[in-house]
Structure formats: C-alpha cells, structure tokens
C-alpha cells in the first residue's frame, strides 16, 4: 500500500506541467521597441517586476538568440507582435550609470528607446518558451541552467513534441504568461508533494546547492562602480561586506567575500522601489546607503547555515522574495551563496 501511494505522488509531481505553474499569474506585462527607458522603467516599478519582454512589429527584427516568438490573432493566425527580447532593471542601472555617467545627464539617457539597450546585459539575449505541456522536471532542467524566466503560451500553436527538454526558440500564440525561477519553487513551497520531503529535509551541503565562489563590494563601493562590475561579471546582486583592511582602489571592483561580515546586499531589484526622481540624487551614494533608501530603512542579511535544509533555504528566497540566500557559518562570516538556479539544480539532480 505504501508503494502504491509513493508512486502516486510522484506520478502527481510528474504531472505538473509550465501550464499549472503559470494557472495565478497575470497576463504578460511588456512593452513595445520604441518606448523610452523612463516608460519602460515606471512599468516595472508599478507592476514590482524586474524584467519586461520587448514587443516589435513582425518582419523587421531577429529575436533575442535567433528567437522567433511571436503573438498572433487567434482567430485569424495573423502574426501582431515579435518579441525581441527582455529588458532587465539591470540594462537600465548599467546604461545610466555606466563608465560615461553623468547624472545631469539622466533625462536624456532615460528618454532613450528600450531597442537601443537590449543585450548590453547577456540576459537581454535571453528569450526563451515553454510549452504549456512541458512538465515540472523538463521546466525544471531548463532554469537549472541559469535561465531565469521564460514565456509560457496560454495557448500554444506549436506541437509539444517538437521541443527539446521543454524549451523552444519558435512559438506563435495569441497571448502569454512569464514562468520565473521563483513561481516554481513558489509552486513547490506551496504544494506539499510527498516524494520532495526526504529532498528537502536535506542540508544544502549535502545536496551541493552551495557555490563557495562569492564577490563581494564593499561598504564604501558606490553605485556607480558596483553597476559596472556587476554588469562586467554577469551579476544580478552582490553582498556588501566590511572591509576596512584592503586598498583603496579595491573599492572600485570586486573581491573575494568569503571570510567576511555581509552588511547588507545590492541588487538590481532595488530600482523596482525606487523613482525616477529619486534616482539622480541617490546614484552618486554607496551601494550600502542606495539599498537603505531604496527600501526605507536598514534591511535584513538574507542569510542560512551550511548545514540549513533546502526546505529553509526555498522558504526564505520566497518569503523575502530574494533570489539568493548568503551562507554564512558560525561566526557569521561568508562562506558562500546558494542562489535560485543552485537550489533548482539541486533538486532536480536529486530527483534523477
């Protein structure tokens, strides 16, 4: 009897499909080629997203990778919209405060069009479907990889047998959803499937969801500098650690964190709390006092043990809405990182 129930819970687990994950979430938010940065960026900070695809009229662009992602009538089949690619609160950051910065500047730069930045950061070339048939392992797979998101047809015209683990590069349908790393272990924070518990009661060490490789800034890194090595490094967030022990010109790029107090953590998120108006005075701060002023107040270090359950690990990054938990050990200091596509990874070996 115990058999046959443990093999149909995983039979249940194997069953979701990118269509069950996406069933809560809203219709796509994007925007189209030609509207400006300060459009663009006041449609991510009213919707609190971090990442918007890129809508173009067929025929006149290649898609992000090669894509060829398209939104077309449903009655009529009749190609209405290209997606070309996915503007990032980090293609913003790095384009107005890169190595030219100059913040009287700022207006001009942010009347720019989203066309002109996309790819300046490697995610920007980043588009990517599911078939809403592919299953929670197959989705699985693909964000172990470090995708972090992809379009999820409501209706796909598109045969599920023509994937390849679930993902596609050619896809026509009427309307679509955003699948991220994050609604999916939302989705499994949420679901309590029997046969993921013995996974998750294990250590993130054990599962080797933890990646010892770390840069840091520090606290006297401003956002300027902190944008440009993030961008150089392909980072999304870094932590700010307590040095007070290094160079001066160590300030200015990224070191080693391990070892080290975290004293809070800089993320290209941030921006989604943060107007256009605010921006041009807040810029010229550290890393450290754009993330106080950002949120309102002196935030949390997300932060576990390497002997924390991946079971505590998944529910931090989704309770604190993170996508990375900092590993510290018994002193505090940095040991490590376990971001979303680690904790991904993980679990999906395990239940190879």
């Known amino acids: ?36 940065l300060s459009h663009a960026m006041n449609t991510l900070v009213a919707n609190s997203i971090s990442a918007l ?21 449903k009655q009529t089949g009749v190609v209405r919209k290209h997606y070309i690619g996915i503007l990032t609160m980090l293609d913003i ?19 720019s069009q989203v066309s002109s930045i996309i790819g300046h950061c490697l995610e920007g070339l980043s588009l990517w479907t599911l078939n809403p048939n592919t299953s929670l392992l197959e989705c699985m797979e693909v964000f172990s990889k470090g995708i972090h998101r992809a379009l999820v047809p409501v209706e796909s015209s598109i045969e599920s ?16 959803k955003m699948l991220t790393q994050m609604d999916l272990l939302r989705f499994l ?57 290094i160079a001066q010109e160590d300030h200015l790029q ?35 006092e754009f993330t106080e002023k950002a949120s309102g107040k002196e935030r949390d270090v997300v932060s576990c043990g390497v002997e924390s359950t991946m079971e505590e690990a998944i529910e931090k990054v989704v309770t604190k809405g993170v996508h990375r938990v900092w590993v510290m050990d018994q002193q505090g200091l940095l040991q490590g990182v376990v971001s979303l596509t680690d904790i991904i990874r993980s679990l999906r070996s395990a239940l190879s």
């Open 1 to 36: 009897m115990q058999e046959e129930k443990s093999k149909e819970d995983h039979s249940r687990l194997i069953n979701v499909t990118a269509k069950d994950l996406t069933a809560r979430n809203r219709r796509l938010v994007e925007v189209p080629y030609t509207a400006t």
């Open 53 to 73: 695809p890129v809508a173009a009229p067929p025929g006149h662009w290649i898609g992000a990778g090669g894509s060829m992602i398209m939104e077309s009538d």
């Open 93 to 111: 950051l790095a384009h107005i405060a890169g190595e030219d910065s100059n913040l009287s500047d700022l207006d001009r730069k942010m009347s």
């Open 161 to 176: 047998n023509n994937t390849i683990a679930g993902v596609e590069l050619i896809e026509s349908a009427s309307s679509y």
């Open 189 to 245: 924070k949420d679901h309590h499937f029997d046969d993921l518990k013995t996974v998750l009661s294990r250590s993130i060490s054990d599962l080797r969801a933890v990646n010892d490789s770390v840069y840091a800034i520090t606290e006297r890194t401003t956002v300027s500098n902190a944008i440009n090595v993030m961008k150089g490094a392909l980072l999304n967030a870094v932590p700010i650690v307590h040095a007070p022990d």
């Open 254 to 288: 990224l070191i080693n964190g391990r070892y080290r107090k975290v004293i809070g953590t800089f993320s290209a998120t941030d921006l989604k709390g943060c107007r256009l108006p605010e921006l041009q005075t807040w810029l010229p701060l550290t890393a450290l």
